[in-house]
């Protein structure tokens, strides 16, 4: 089983800002994950919360049942150590997924706390870079 975490904000994507996130909504997203893991025989479990202390449970939870875990820490990203920390408790591959460039955006959103504790990092491709995840740790999962 993946787990595929979404932070603060996301649950509004295609509500405003399309300049900078498209007009793309959270739930195809999950749509377009639901379709790709199927085709890979993957089973994915869905969560998306905008308080800090509910995305540390729900990676607590992913230690006992996850394969492997996608999250996207929305704003957490650039300042959460408790995020950070509570991925640095598992041991499954982790990859994290922006939908924009944070690298091209304003100077506070540059830097990811959670980069240096997951085993890559995919930003600026939209909503293609949580289907790019799921492929990259289906890969990992079953070959290693
Ligand atoms: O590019 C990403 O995926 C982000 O994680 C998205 C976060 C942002 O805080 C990060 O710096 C980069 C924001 C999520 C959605 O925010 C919205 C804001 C207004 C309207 C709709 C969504």
Redesign the pocket.
């Known amino acids: 089983m993946i787990y595929v975490i979404n932070?603060?904000?996301?649950n509004?994507?295609?509500?405003?800002?399309p300049n900078?996130?498209g007009d793309i909504t959270l739930k195809d997203i999950e749509e377009n994950l639901t379709a790709a893991a199927r085709e890979l025989g993957q089973i994915i479990y869905f969560f998306q919360s905008n308080h800090e202390g509910e995305i540390i449970d729900a990676i607590h939870k992913a230690r006992e049942n996850a394969d492997a875990i996608i999250i996207?820490?929305?704003?957490f990203?650039?300042y959460s150590y408790a995020i950070r920390d509570a991925l640095m408790s598992v041991t499954m591959p982790t990859i994290e997924?922006?939908?924009?460039n944070?690298h091209a955006?304003e100077e506070f959103?540059n830097n990811s706390v959670i980069s240096p504790v997951c085993k890559g990092v995919i930003?600026g491709l939209g909503a293609s870079g949580y289907v790019l995840a799921l492929m990259s740790l289906n890969s990992i999962i079953k070959n290693g």
């Open positions: 932070g603060p904000n996301l509004i994507l295609g509500v405003r800002e900078i996130y996207n820490p929305g704003a990203t650039h997924v922006h939908l924009s944070i955006r959103r930003c």
